[in-house]
């Protein structure tokens, strides 16, 4: 499996402000994606995250409040702009590394907006 | 119809206890299937793939019903270490899509 740095760990910001969360994978990885994970609820997919073109959303997430990159196939961001407390979240990038093979996931941003 | 139904539990249940947690999907055309753990305020972590012919990693057995559309965990000799939210995650036919469970709450108790 890959190994996966997230970072922030955690962050805690000012509404309004904006924060880019950066994931990086220590080998090629197929695809990249992007999750939110709100306290006691599941997993919800923000986006995939696509090598060299625009991320792929998901419904109810937008490219202007969660914008994505992905330059190559080891790295990607997310940035929450314009946050507020309803963005206050945990923030996960999970990585596949091939065909029909599991998602494996970053440690997480935990983001505080006060 | 969601495409993965899981009962989010909470399952109490004494040390040493056999438990098995369920999880049905719509499409009958997914790929692949797999059973994560998470624990408080941690991510994800893979805990086993499940495989057509079922498949065991010590205490815990993963089974695969395709023809009902369902794929269980059991864990034998439950130790306290094993609380935790168990996630079931089937990918899509096209491999593309991964859809999770509500996941389902264990504790198991002294």
């Known amino acids: 499996s890959a190994v996966i740095s997230q970072k922030p760990s955690r962050d805690i910001c000012q509404r309004g402000t904006s924060l880019t969360i950066q994931c990086q994978v220590d080998?090629?990885?197929?695809?990249m994606f992007w999750y939110r994970q709100q306290p006691g609820q599941s997993l919800t997919l923000i986006a995939t995250?696509?090598?060299?073109?625009?991320?792929?959303?998901e419904s109810g997430f937008v490219i202007d409040k969660f914008p994505i990159s992905r330059p190559n196939l080891t790295f990607s961001t997310l940035t929450v702009s314009n946050m507020s407390p309803e963005d206050s979240s945990i923030y996960l990038c999970?990585?596949?590394?091939?065909?029909?093979?599991?998602?494996?996931f970053g440690d997480g941003t935990r983001l505080s907006i006060l | 119809r969601k495409e993965v139904e899981q009962d989010p539990g909470p399952f109490n249940v004494p040390e040493g206890a056999t438990v098995a947690f369920n999880c049905t999907y719509s499409n009958s055309a997914s790929q692949s299937f797999f059973w994560y753990r998470q624990d408080c305020r941690k991510e994800p972590k893979l805990l086993m793939s499940?495989?057509?012919s079922g498949n065991e990693d010590g205490r815990f057995t993963a089974q695969l019903n395709r023809a009902s559309q369902y794929i269980s965990l059991l864990i034998r000799d439950s130790k306290l270490s094993d609380s935790a939210t168990y996630l079931c995650v089937v990918n899509s036919n096209t491999g593309n899509q991964f859809y999770f469970g509500t996941g389902t709450s264990l504790t198991v108790i002294p």
């Open positions: 999970s990585v596949v590394v091939g065909g029909n093979q599991p998602q494996h």
């Open positions: 995250a696509n090598q060299g073109s625009e991320a792929t959303y």
């Open positions: 499940v495989y057509s």
């Open positions: 080998s090629q990885v197929t695809m």
